[in-house]
């Protein structure tokens, strides 16, 4: 039996998630939580025949919402608009993501928080801190989902091997089989996100197209945003990435075997964090390496793909790594004070 709530239930990415999640036989309890709406997302949900009871929460009833959830799910706060970076919403998400994870602690501590919220490399270290202060922090339970980073990566490198060979390969070709070969590590915006070819060859084969691999991973999220010009940003593939991740806690619960994710974790007390960080050169605290699950929590984060990586993609990481500083710094500034 496992209780999964969503905070955030009735917008862009709530919506389909949601909906995902209803279809999912691991979920015993569907709670759905919002400021708005999710009373009706919840009805319409429930006239689905799944298994998942489905229950939608009022502005003023988060406690009963997250009340025994083993899973939290967090796509609340606003979106970004054309012109906009992800660091433009701290000053909004930042606050929300403090007070529904203030709910986490008081209602649902032991709960597994997969946090969606932008700007995802300050929301991570603000639940974070969020809950140290209360004392109900447990490393390996808040994850910052990187998922639609690799989604994207998997989508991209398929399209440009596709685009070199399209002289020699079939026009029946199967994308979800030719994209295994690469995964993302790092934070989760712009020059944070590092897309980290598996199998090396593949970047001289993508030759001059590698760089414009990397920069549309990088900046995926904006090509949204301006498609959908002032109407929001990444809301269906990010569905469909956040509940790949939350499909694979899902599994770990129910002591599935479950193949490493990346998410972007607290790597002190994590195994293999500190080495992570040694082999970064830095103290940073929050960063993204494929991951272990038990239990539907992290235990251990893979530090050997950091030995495995190219030049080109030891020179991204550097970049990143002094970008993601500044962001975990305003995060816990936040929390702490002095800001
Ligand atoms: P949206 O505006 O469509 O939906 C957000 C929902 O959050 C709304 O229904 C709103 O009522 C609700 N909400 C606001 N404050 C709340 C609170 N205190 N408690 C509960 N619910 C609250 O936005 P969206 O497109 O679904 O995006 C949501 C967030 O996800 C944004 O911050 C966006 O940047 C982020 N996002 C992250 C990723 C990622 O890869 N991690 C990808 C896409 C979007
Ligand atoms: C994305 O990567 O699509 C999300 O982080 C949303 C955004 O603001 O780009």
């Given at each position: 039996?496992?209780?999964?709530a969503?905070?955030?239930?009735?917008?862009?990415i709530?919506?389909?998630?949601?909906?995902?999640l209803k279809?999912?036989?691991?979920?015993?309890?569907l709670?759905l939580?919002?400021?708005r709406?999710?009373?009706?997302v919840a009805?319409?949900?429930?006239h689905i025949s799944?298994?998942?009871?489905?229950?939608?929460?009022?502005k003023d009833?988060?406690?009963e919402a997250?009340r025994g959830?083993?899973?939290v799910?967090?796509p609340?706060?606003?979106?970004?608009?054309?012109?906009?970076t992800?660091d433009?919403?701290?000053?909004?998400?930042a606050g929300?993501?403090?007070?529904i994870?203030?709910?986490?602690?008081?209602?649902c501590?032991?709960?597994?928080?997969?946090?969606i919220?932008?700007?995802?490399?300050?929301?991570v270290?603000i639940?974070v801190e969020?809950?140290?202060a209360?004392?109900?922090?447990?490393p390996?339970?808040?994850?910052?989902v990187?998922?639609?980073?690799?989604?994207?990566?998997e989508?991209?490198?398929?399209d440009?091997?596709?685009?070199?060979?399209?002289n020699?390969?079939s026009?029946?070709?199967?994308k979800?089989?030719m994209?295994?070969?690469?995964?993302?590590?790092?934070g989760?915006?712009g020059?944070?996100?590092?897309?980290?070819?598996?199998?090396?060859?593949l970047?001289?084969?993508?030759?001059?197209?590698?760089?414009?691999?990397?920069?549309?991973?990088?900046?995926g999220g904006d090509?949204?945003?301006k498609a959908k010009?002032?109407?929001?940003?990444?809301?269906?593939?990010?569905?469909l990435?956040?509940?790949r991740f939350a499909?694979?806690?899902l599994k770990?619960i129910?002591?599935?075997?479950t193949?490493?994710?990346?998410t972007y974790?607290y790597?002190?007390?994590?195994a293999?964090?500190?080495?992570?960080q040694?082999k970064?050169?830095t103290?940073?605290?929050y960063f993204s390496l494929?991951?272990?699950?038990?239990?539907?929590?992290?235990?251990?984060?893979?530090?050997?793909?950091l030995d495995s990586l190219?030049?080109?993609?030891k020179?991204?990481v550097?970049?990143?790594?002094k970008?993601?500083?500044?962001?975990?710094?305003?995060?816990?500034?936040?929390?702490?004070?002095?800001?």
């Amino acid at each position: 039996m496992v209780k999964v709530a969503v905070v955030g239930a009735s917008g862009g990415i709530g919506q389909p998630l949601s909906l995902l999640l209803k279809l999912n036989p691991l979920v015993s309890d569907l709670a759905l939580y919002d400021v708005r709406l999710a009373q009706g997302v919840a009805k319409d949900l429930s006239h689905i025949s799944t298994n998942a009871v489905c229950r939608g929460y009022d502005k003023d009833q988060i406690g009963e919402a997250l009340r025994g959830a083993h899973v939290v799910l967090i796509p609340a706060g606003v979106p970004r608009k054309p012109g906009m970076t992800r660091d433009d919403l701290f000053k909004i998400n930042a606050g929300i993501v403090k007070g529904i994870v203030t709910a986490i602690g008081q209602y649902c501590p032991d709960a597994r928080i997969l946090i969606i919220s932008n700007p995802v490399n300050s929301t991570v270290p603000i639940a974070v801190e969020t809950l140290k202060a209360m004392g109900k922090f447990y490393p390996g339970n808040v994850m910052g989902v990187t998922t639609l980073d690799v989604v994207r990566a998997e989508t991209f490198l398929a399209d440009y091997l596709i685009a070199q060979k399209k002289n020699s390969i079939s026009k029946q070709y199967d994308k979800t089989k030719m994209c295994k070969d690469v995964t993302v590590i790092g934070g989760h915006s712009g020059n944070t996100i590092i897309p980290v070819i598996k199998k090396k060859p593949l970047i001289s084969t993508l030759a001059s197209a590698y760089d414009e691999f990397v920069h549309r991973v990088q900046f995926g999220g904006d090509e949204v945003v301006k498609a959908k010009d002032g109407a929001g940003s990444a809301t269906l593939s990010m569905a469909l990435a956040g509940y790949r991740f939350a499909e694979q806690v899902l599994k770990s619960i129910h002591r599935e075997n479950t193949a490493p994710i990346p998410t972007y974790v607290y790597l002190p007390g994590i195994a293999n964090g500190v080495k992570a960080q040694a082999k970064l050169s830095t103290s940073l605290e929050y960063f993204s390496l494929p991951a272990n699950l038990l239990d539907g929590r992290v235990t251990s984060v893979d530090d050997t793909i950091l030995d495995s990586l190219s030049p080109q993609e030891k020179k991204l990481v550097e970049r990143a790594v002094k970008e993601l500083e500044t962001n975990i710094d305003k995060g816990k500034k936040f929390v702490n004070g002095n800001s």
